[in-house]
């Protein structure tokens, strides 16, 4: 296989370096992005075939398309596109402020979009390219606790299941990637603190609750990141699946699924007769 070029943003920690280190690692190139040069690892700042850039994911949607117009022009392609940049914010509904949940969304999903807006003429001229999100299991199942993140994984999913049907006939591929819980550095802030909301009395202790897992997550992300490799490349256990758009990664994710299928069947069974009761 030719080697491809990536682009990766928030590259610097968590998923998004440990599969820059792995397509580096095959010989490809990568183009990584992370909120300060000076956060990414000596590895990856030493190694020629990784093309730093400096941003934020909320930067403007013209300085986004300026990133991906001149790395095409660099690297003479982009072949896969990575959201990986994002984060939790926990609070219930009632505790989360408009400016958090309004940040939520402009990191997890309208910095998505920009990036995906800003490539997608790149991939369309090549008549091909693979766009992989970084969703959630919470962007399969709501779970009790983090409405607002949930809603933000919701809606990446919403935007690619819709968007993998019209991009299809250019030869693009998108795949939506939905982690359960794995060992990176996701939780830290949480567990420090941050993405927070002020909490109000009778609420779960979220972040008291998702701090103690912080370390002992189930995911190995070596693992997840190899699968999501596999996935964008058609090789290994991915074979023959290059028309799937969700893949649930860690066996706890997989049981969101489950327990989401069944709530469905529910739905269609219970609901039936009353949906179908109101055409003309
Ligand atoms: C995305 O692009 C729009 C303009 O198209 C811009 O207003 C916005 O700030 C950009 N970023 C986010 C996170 O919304
Ligand atoms: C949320 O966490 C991210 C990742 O650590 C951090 O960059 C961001 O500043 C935090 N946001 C808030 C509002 O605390
Ligand atoms: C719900 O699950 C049952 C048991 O597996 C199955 O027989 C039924 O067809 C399912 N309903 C729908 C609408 O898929």
């Not at 990575?82 to 009632?94: D, R």
């Not at 990446?156 to 991009?167: C, F, K, Q, R, Y």
Request: glycine share 10%; net charge negative; with cysteine.
């Amino acid at each position: 296989m030719a080697p491809l070029v990536w682009f990766i943003t928030g590259a610097n920690a968590g998923f998004g370096l440990v599969l820059a280190n792995l397509a580096l690692s095959k010989g490809d190139t990568v183009v990584a992005t992370a909120r300060s040069l000076s956060k990414f690892p000596e590895s990856l700042q030493k190694n020629p075939k990784a093309d730093l850039v400096e941003t934020e994911v909320t930067a403007s949607a013209t300085s986004i398309t300026e990133l991906i117009d001149a790395a095409a022009t660099k690297h003479g392609r982009i072949d896969v596109l990575v959201n990986n940049a994002g984060f939790g914010h926990m609070g219930a509904v009632e505790e989360v402020s408009d400016e958090e949940a309004r940040y939520q969304f402009d990191v997890n999903f309208f910095g998505v979009l920009n990036f995906t807006r800003a490539v997608i003429p790149h991939m369309r001229k090549q008549k091909s390219g693979v766009i992989v999100q970084l969703s959630s299991g919470v962007g399969i199942l709501g779970p009790h606790g983090g409405p607002i993140y949930s809603a933000s994984k919701f809606a990446v999913e919403g935007l690619s299941e819709s968007m993998a049907l019209e991009l299809k006939p250019f030869g693009i591929r998108v795949h939506i990637i939905e982690p359960g819980i794995f060992r990176t550095d996701f939780l830290k802030p949480i567990s420090q603190g941050q993405n927070v909301s002020r909490h109000l009395e009778g609420y779960a202790d979220l972040e008291g609750m998702l701090s103690g897992m912080h370390g002992k997550q189930p995911g190995n992300a070596e693992l997840g990141i190899q699968r999501l490799y596999e996935v964008v490349t058609g090789t290994g256990m991915a074979v023959g699946l290059e028309d799937q758009l969700r893949f649930p990664l860690g066996s706890d994710c997989y049981s969101m699924l489950e327990a989401k299928i069944k709530m469905l069947n529910e739905t269609a069974e219970k609901g039936k007769s009353i949906a179908q009761s109101t055409d003309y």
